[in-house]
């Protein structure tokens, strides 16, 4: 059955309705996911006991676009469940139903590959994918690097400013008519949490941004996008396309955040005032 927005709005609201709110209690994982069909596609389902993962997660992928970062989520949808309770979810598309990330997926026309262990973890992380870049270059019979190195850069940028905190074995590349795309399949709940225990495998740090600017200087451009993200309009976005309200002391406490990520690398990208001076030996 087609519904119009207003009646979408209103499904999203009953939905929005029975789950408790925007904080997050630490003490109770309430994450559940589950695999689904959509028109013949496995897609993965998310489902969270609060209201803060949500809105995490449509930031993130807000933030993504801003940064013209493909992933392979997709939408928030409502559902009815058994219970005829409403059912609020992430939906996206599945690239491991098999559950092997170190292959090739679905041979034939798609083929999804992971970048395992090549990410971020080193300095030189962008030369130590050239390896990889080959393995894919046989495989599309194209050089793939140069797209590989502009998104990994506009990748860079965003979990910077997010703070990324998933696995790299959640990266992968998608192949397509002879040419590759990078589809990252983040968990965008834990982007906004400054919390050190957090898994930390992607995160970019500022000495590392520092690094890249160094390297690359067509990096300058996505520093830029960083600085010039208005989070306040991000939020705004994701107010207008999935009907939710956030309350204003939820909007300061990202605006607050993205604003220290800013500083942050503002400091570090500065020119020293004075020449480095070595400590003498005694």
Same mark, same amino acid.
């Given at each position: 059955?087609?519904? #119009? ?6 499904? $999203?609201?009953?939905? $929005?309705s029975? $789950? ?5 209690? %630490? ?25 803060k ?24 949808? =409502? ?17 491991? %139903? ?9 041979r ?30 046989k495989?599309?019979?194209? #050089? =793939?690097?140069? +797209? +590989? ?20 074995? #959640? ?10 795309? +990078? !589809? %990252?399949?983040?968990? !965008? ?15 970019? #740090? ?10 690359y ?17 991000? +939020?705004?976005?994701v ?41 003498? $030996?005694?």
């Amino acid at each position: 059955m087609q519904m #119009n927005s207003d009646e979408i709005k209103t499904y $999203i609201q009953k939905g $929005i309705s029975q $789950i408790p709110d925007y904080q997050i209690d %630490p003490f109770f994982d309430s994450t559940f996911t589950k695999h689904i069909f959509v028109n013949g596609k496995s897609m993965y389902l998310k489902t969270f006991g609060h209201l803060k993962p949500y809105l995490d997660e449509l930031i993130g992928l807000e933030v993504a676009k801003y940064f013209e970062l493909p992933t392979i989520h997709q939408r928030l949808v =409502c559902y009815e469940a058994i219970d005829q309770s409403i059912e609020l979810g992430l939906v996206s598309e599945d690239l491991d %139903p098999y559950g092997d990330r170190m292959k090739l997926k679905v041979r034939g026309r798609n083929q999804h590959v992971s970048l395992h262990g090549t990410v971020y973890y080193e300095e030189s992380a962008m030369e130590n994918t050239r390896e990889w870049v080959e393995r894919i270059s046989k495989i599309t019979f194209h #050089n =793939c690097f140069p +797209l +590989l190195k502009e998104q990994l850069l506009k990748l860079a940028a965003f979990s910077f400013t997010t703070k990324e905190v998933d696995r790299s074995s #959640n990266l992968f590349y998608t192949i397509e008519n002879k040419s590759a795309q +990078l !589809f %990252p399949l983040f968990d !965008f709940e834990d982007c906004f949490n400054d919390d050190s225990e957090l898994y930390d495998a992607l995160c970019v #740090n500022a000495k590392r941004m520092k690094y890249l600017a160094s390297a690359y200087p067509e990096f300058q451009y996505q520093i830029q996008k960083v600085f010039d993200l208005d989070m306040y309009q991000i +939020l705004k976005q994701v107010e207008e396309t999935y009907f939710l309200q956030i309350p204003e002391e939820t909007k300061d406490a990202y605006f607050e955040y993205v604003a220290s990520r800013k500083e942050k690398l503002k400091k570090e990208l500065a020119p020293r005032t004075a020449p480095f001076q070595k400590r003498p $030996i005694r």
